[in-house]
């Protein structure tokens, strides 16, 4: 273009000429500057565009240059100088301009966003907002939204931020682009949704290669970093931090290539925590490298580099504490300040807690540290208040872990296990307890579940067809239910929401103890933790006592050895012979593990576990020393029991399809009730089965079941219309009910990062049951139709749920799998 128009008389051509010269100049600026990261070169040329402007006498001109410089400045992370160039090029664009109005407040908005103006940022957003919908140019309507996105993100309402980034992908013209999807990504990962955010990133690092867009490939990968960082994957972290800090500093960007900087110090960090040997001479050494950025950070002002300089401080701190050198920590950490502002980044804000915890324990002042444990918790529980679904709520998990972590370390070196005790409970209740999510009504959420559960039926169908044709059908329907229930879980990320009334509260040895005491029963409480090796604390009414037991490696290959023998049991045409080999096998593997959780800590009463990972998929029921025994299985001590309810009990009881016994075992448990409503056949539908359950306090479930560990809120029960997720299920009150599902493997849970466990069953106890029956492997219809009547006749006889499995299961020659999953049971004083 310039060298088309630089023959061309302005005075002749008329004063277009001019216009295309300078925007023809801004332009070749942007494209330097982006393949390059010359600034220089850049603003050499915005300087030219500026110089033809003001030789031309025309204002609006020199406001486009103006423009560019200031986004020259934003792209280097000087958004001081920014600011004062869009604020100059705003003097000069008359308000009928509606498009480099546009431009300019979507780029001030941004500037102002990066030195924490968020009031400054929503305002010049919303302008340019109006401006680019009154010219309709919806390319920057949609960058606008999703700047506005950023600001509410900033603000710390998650489901905003991302409703912003959506409505602004529709907006794009072509969908939504790289720098959208990094946008989008940051905020996931900062919600703790962190393999989700990874995915987003790893395709939008690939758009970045192909278009050769330095500066955004290095956003890119900066974001990768911290997944990898909270997947504990911190040689992928470093790496991708330092190309992030190449990258940005290729850019001129130097504020974020420091930031780049801190991610791969916290990779180093984290790596010498898990490592031996290191002297104290190396570690020391890191603590200065560390404060040397921080110093560097403060440099660039107190807006753009405050959180480089307090996240570097906080790594130096950590490093002086591994050194040993208390001392310098604490002079290190006088150096932070006491209190983050809200706009601070999530997990920086956590992070902070943390590190001030460890600070408070090194020094032996427990109080501090156990104050600086639940600022951090607070923080967390904050969050956790303003989003709507179950997904979100356990996501947040991923930033508590090292939280969870300092505070277990600082009391097991106290020596006592009630502290230990009372530090566990209080990392697992903080997430495992959000109770009740109310999230608003959503047709548009409920639309998609329904597309869902129809496209999966059509592909089940298929599947039994006898076409090859039928089978390459199913699996496109088998797609588009799964691309239709990503699209669901993305859309529940935005609601907002709240609790409810049942808030979490952590268990304290004291009263646990106090409990058990007061019941005057030889019920035990063990709390299992699960590290490289199984310590428990087990508590009854006398105190509470630590007990190292096992290797976590022999325990966890004897539980897949059951679930594979399970598996074999539960397959009806498995010849007898065969069958009684895997019962042979499965006794012999709950009896070893009998012998190593169990036998030290001499439980010959009633049994309360609090367990997380894979012990929560231990068939307990099932244990030599468990038979005839009450045993409750949950992932936090919850105290908070609710009883029966004193009304007459309202009983739902639900047949699924295509299970030869299904409607059998249904008839002969809604005869063990008074008045038990039995939905089976075409009348088991999903949503007649969701409006049942509420307000119910006895459900029976059985049906096919099955757990997704890769998107665990869509494991389901299969009824007559399709799967009835665990998702449908948000907001249902349940609270006080019991609910059996009998269903295979249901029981099971995922672990997110951070430890939460994730599955059909959490989700049901977070809406309040007070037991879930369920098992966590196959179970067999004869054994269903066997025991599932017995145990709802002594659940009748007022029998705990606990008790009334081990008295169903009593009879039974092969391990059944079934685990009565809940709160702690209610015990007389």
Request: glycine share 8%; hydrophobic share 45%; aromatic share 4%.
């Amino acid at each position: 273009m310039l060298r088309d128009i630089a023959p061309l008389d302005p005075e002749r051509h008329g004063v277009w000429v001019v216009e295309l010269r300078v925007r023809a100049l801004v332009g070749e600026a942007a494209c330097v500057y982006a393949l390059t990261g010359s600034l220089g070169d850049a603003r050499r040329l915005v300087g030219e565009a500026l110089a033809v402007a003001t030789a031309a006498g025309e204002p609006r001109l020199e406001a486009l240059a103006h423009g560019q410089e200031g986004l020259l400045h934003v792209r280097s992370g000087n958004a001081g100088a920014a600011l004062d160039a869009f604020d100059r090029a705003l003097r000069s664009v008359e308000p009928s301009n509606h498009r480099d109005l546009a431009v300019l407040h979507i780029n001030r908005a941004a500037a102002a966003l990066e030195i924490g103006d968020l009031a400054a940022a929503v305002r010049s957003n919303e302008s340019a907002l109006a401006h680019a919908q009154a010219g309709q140019y919806d390319r920057y309507a949609a960058f606008a939204q999703l700047n506005l996105g950023l600001a509410r993100y900033r603000e710390g309402d998650f489901p905003a931020a991302l409703r912003e980034l959506e409505a602004a992908a529709a907006r794009q013209p072509g969908g939504p682009d790289g720098w959208s999807e990094v946008s989008r990504a940051q905020i996931l990962l900062d919600a703790g949704l962190v393999s989700e955010a990874e995915q987003v990133l790893a395709d939008a690092a690939d758009l970045f290669v192909t278009d050769d867009l330095t500066g955004e490939r290095a956003d890119a990968l900066y974001g990768r970093a911290q997944c990898a960082l909270l997947l504990r994957r911190f040689d992928d972290a470093m790496r991708w931090a330092a190309q992030a800090a190449r990258a940005f500093t290729r850019v001129g960007n130097s504020v974020w290539a420091l930031r780049a900087t801190v991610v791969r110090l916290e990779g180093r960090l984290a790596d010498d925590r898990e490592r031996a040997g290191l002297s104290r001479s190396t570690l020391r050494r890191r603590a200065e490298r560390a404060l040397r950025l921080a110093d560097d950070g403060e440099a660039h002002g107190p807006g753009t580099g405050r959180d480089v300089a307090v996240a570097a401080r906080l790594l130096a701190v950590e490093w002086a504490l591994l050194a040993g050198d208390v001392a310098r920590a604490v002079e290190i950490a006088r150096a932070v300040p006491r209190r983050l502002s809200s706009d601070s980044p999530l997990p920086l804000r956590v992070h902070h807690r943390s590190v001030l915890a460890q600070v408070a324990f090194a020094q032996g002042d427990r109080r501090a540290g156990l104050r600086a444990v639940r600022g951090g918790h607070q923080i967390l529980a904050d969050h956790r208040a303003r989003v709507g679904s179950v997904d979100a709520v356990t996501a947040a998990a991923a930033h508590g872990g090292r939280l969870a972590r300092v505070d277990v370390e600082a009391a097991m070196a106290t020596g006592r296990a009630s502290a230990v005790f009372d530090a566990t409970e209080r990392g697992r209740a903080a997430f495992a307890g959000a109770a009740r999510v109310r999230p608003p009504n959503d047709p548009g959420l409920a639309e998609l579940l329904v597309q869902a559960r129809r496209a999966g039926e059509d592909a089940r169908e298929l599947a039994a067809g006898p076409e090859a044709d039928d089978r390459t059908r199913s699996a496109q329907r088998a797609a588009e239910s799964y691309r239709l229930q990503e699209q669901a879980r993305r859309r529940s990320w935005q609601l907002s929401g709240s609790a409810g009334s049942l808030v979490p509260r952590p268990a304290t040895a004291a009263a646990t103890v106090d409990r058990l005491r007061r019941a005057g029963t030889e019920e035990v409480v063990v709390s299992y933790l699960l590290t490289e090796r199984i310590t428990a604390l087990r508590a009854d009414g006398t105190g509470v006592r630590s007990v190292n037991l096992c290797p976590a490696a022999e325990l966890l290959e004897l539980v897949r050895r059951v679930r594979g023998d399970t598996e074999v049991l539960a397959n009806g045409l498995i010849p007898p012979r065969m069958r009684d080999v895997a019962a042979a096998s499965a006794r012999r593997s709950l009896a070893r593990i009998d012998d190593l959780l169990l036998a030290p800590l001499e439980v010959s009463g009633a049994l309360y576990v609090a367990a997380r990972g894979d012990l929560l998929g231990v068939p307990w029921a099932a244990m030599p020393s468990r038979a005839g025994r009450a045993t409750s299985v949950n992932s936090w001590v919850d105290l908070s029991s609710i009883g029966p309810a004193s009304a007459p009990p309202r009983v739902v009881v639900v047949a699924g399809p295509d299970l030869a016994a299904a409607e059998e075992e249904a008839r002969l448990v809604a005869d063990v009730w008074d008045d038990a409503l039995l939905l089976a056949g075409p009348d088991a539908t999903c949503g007649r089965t969701g409006a049942a359950l509420e307000g119910a306090t006895v459900v029976h479930l059985g049906a096919h079941g099955r757990h997704e560990p890769d998107n665990p809120l869509f494991s389901a029960v299969r009824l007559a219309d399709g799967s009835l997720y665990a998702h449908e299920l948000d907001g249902t009150d349940l609270s006080g009910a019991v609910v059996v599902l009998s269903a295979c493997e249901v029981g099971r849970a995922s672990t997110r990062v951070g430890g939460e466990p994730l599955g059909l069953t959490s989700v049901l106890l977070r809406l309040g049951a007070r037991a879930v029956v369920a098992a966590v492997a196959p179970l067999r219809d004869d054994v269903a139709v066997r025991v599932m009547p017995r145990l709802h006749a002594s659940i009748r006889e007022g029998l705990e749920p606990a008790a009334a499995l081990a008295h169903a299961l009593a009879d039974e020659v092969e391990p059944v799998p079934l685990v009565c999953f809940g709160p702690m049971p209610l015990v007389s004083p």
